[in-house]
């Protein structure tokens, strides 16, 4: 994706979309495919798919790593998430993940009402290890599951800035995080289904509980002051998501660029989900 237009009149232009997205979310449906590479060469496929309405949302999202890297991990994950949007976040209902490669695999089941975890279920269960900082009941509270983080409802009046400058406190099943976003800009992009304004945010990672607090990469992490996420809007709706995510690694660089956007107005979650 490349800059088409001044960031200046990006901005201006973002903010005259979300406010006339700032009404209640209404419907549609969202299929978005992504590449995923590393130092530039790419690593894999993934696509994200479902709907929103006023009763509720459902998305799936499948996940592969491709050519040489797949064919010797056979790296897949594929995930589903349900919920509503209440006063202006996602309230999930269910979130399950799986994983799998050539050494192992992982299931991650949640069931959740109000932001909090009722009932969770991991096949194998996560190892003990020394380091790992314990989770608590407290921190499978007031929760967002990773799948659900991806809707990011906004506030018209806050401008194109509302877009980013949120908190996503994240539980997987295995760790709680918190993702600190603020607003960066905005910019011009081109993608197959949508072409308009994006928001830019710059992320910070903070770790909470469940991660392992003597790892390297942990502290890398904490510490990681490159990573970012662009945000495009979802047609009938007052919903946003990621169209490029960009993270520094220990190795390089990791993006996850969607190469398309579609979005079908008034299809309700229920009718995609089918």
């Known amino acids: 994706m490349k800059p088409a237009i001044a960031p200046s009149l990006a901005g201006l232009s973002l903010v005259a979309m979300l406010a006339a997205t700032s009404l209640p979310a209404q419907a549609a449906s969202l299929d978005a495919k992504y590449q995923v590479s590393l130092l530039g060469l790419t690593l894999g496929t993934a696509n994200l798919s479902g709907g929103i309405d006023s ?7 499948v996940a ?27 309230m999930a209902a269910t979130f399950a993940i799986s994983s799998a490669s050539s050494s192992e695999s992982r299931t991650v089941r ?49 401008g194109s800035a509302s877009a980013c400058n949120r908190t996503l406190p994240i539980f997987d099943g295995a760790a709680r995080y918190d993702i600190k976003m603020s607003y960066a800009g905005s910019r011009e992009v081109k993608l197959d289904g949508y072409g308009g304004p994006v928001a830019i945010c710059q992320v910070r990672y ?39 995510i960009s993270v520094k690694t220990m190795i390089g660089t990791a993006v996850v660029e969607a190469s398309s956007l579609k979005v079908d107005p008034g299809v309700t979650a229920s009718t995609a989900g089918n």
């Open 55 to 61: 009763s509720g949302y459902k998305l799936d999202i």
């Open 64 to 90: 592969k790593l491709t050519g040489l890297v797949g064919g010797f991990t056979g790296g897949r994950g594929s995930g589903a998430a349900t919920g509503n949007i209440n006063g202006g976040k996602p």
């Open 110 to 158: 949640m069931a959740l009402g109000g932001g909090n975890v009722q009932a969770i279920e991991i096949v194998p269960p996560i190892d003990f290890k020394p380091d790992r900082v314990p989770l608590t009941d407290s921190h499978k509270r007031n929760i967002l599951d990773p799948l659900s983080a991806f809707l990011m409802p906004v506030d018209g009046k806050g």
């Open 206 to 244: 903070v770790p909470i509980a469940g991660h392992r607090a003597l790892r390297p990469s942990t502290k890398f992490m904490a510490e990681n002051k490159d990573i970012s996420v662009w945000l495009a809007p979802v047609a009938g709706t007052n919903v946003m998501v990621p169209v490029r």
